[in-house]
């Protein structure tokens, strides 16, 4: 009895339509290292800009599965800064998709020579408001920062800053002892 055996090549056929996609980006796509998801968003993006459509769905499934997602959005981003593409489009759905789940997180980082990194929304020019009338020592105030509709409270900040990595949280103080700086020299000049 004679066994032969074929050597069979399997190729993962895609849904999405690549030939609304730049061939050339295609290539340095496949080549880039990304994860499959990640690529399948970065193609859907690149063809959406083409023809004005979003990836929003996917780009939440992302935002709600956490510190991966989160991983997934910024390899996303930096591939696309990388490339040349514009990453409003990106920024924009992320941004809804934190806003849904009330993180208080946004994908920033994306303009010239900065990294990109998922962090605490930037607050809006005039701050915070606090709802009690005392200073800094007033322990019965309770900071509520309201951004873009969207509010949260010391409560919700001590989960979303505990959830960080180390290195976060020493960047996130640092940028805040920055600000206060900042805010005092403001104030002194007045």
């Not at 496949?30 to 929003?56: C, D, F, P, T």
């Not at 998709?97 to 303009?111: D, E, F, I, P, V």
Request: proline share 2%.
């Amino acid at each position: 009895m004679k066994t032969t055996t074929t050597k069979t090549t399997t190729k993962v056929q895609s849904s999405l339509p690549m030939h609304l996609m730049d061939n050339e980006k295609f290539r340095a796509l496949e080549k880039s290292g990304l994860k499959l998801i990640e690529r399948e968003i970065v193609a859907i993006h690149l063809m959406l800009n083409n023809l004005g459509g979003s990836a929003q769905s996917k780009v939440s499934i992302l935002c709600d599965t956490g510190k991966q997602g989160h991983t997934s959005i910024i390899s996303i981003a930096s591939w696309l800064k990388t490339q040349g593409e514009d990453t409003a489009t990106l920024k924009v759905q992320v941004n809804r998709a934190m806003s849904k789940l009330n993180t208080g997180l946004s994908l920033q980082g994306l303009g010239k020579d900065q990294i990109p990194f998922i962090g605490p929304k930037q607050a809006p020019k005039g701050g915070a408001s606090g709802e009690g009338e005392g200073g800094e020592g007033d322990t019965d105030t309770t900071l509520v920062v309201q951004y873009d509709n969207d509010s949260f409270d010391q409560d919700s900040f001590d989960i979303i800053f505990n959830d960080w990595d180390t290195e976060t949280q020493a960047y996130f103080i640092e940028h805040c002892i920055k600000l206060k700086a900042k805010a005092l020299k403001a104030q002194a000049k007045k």
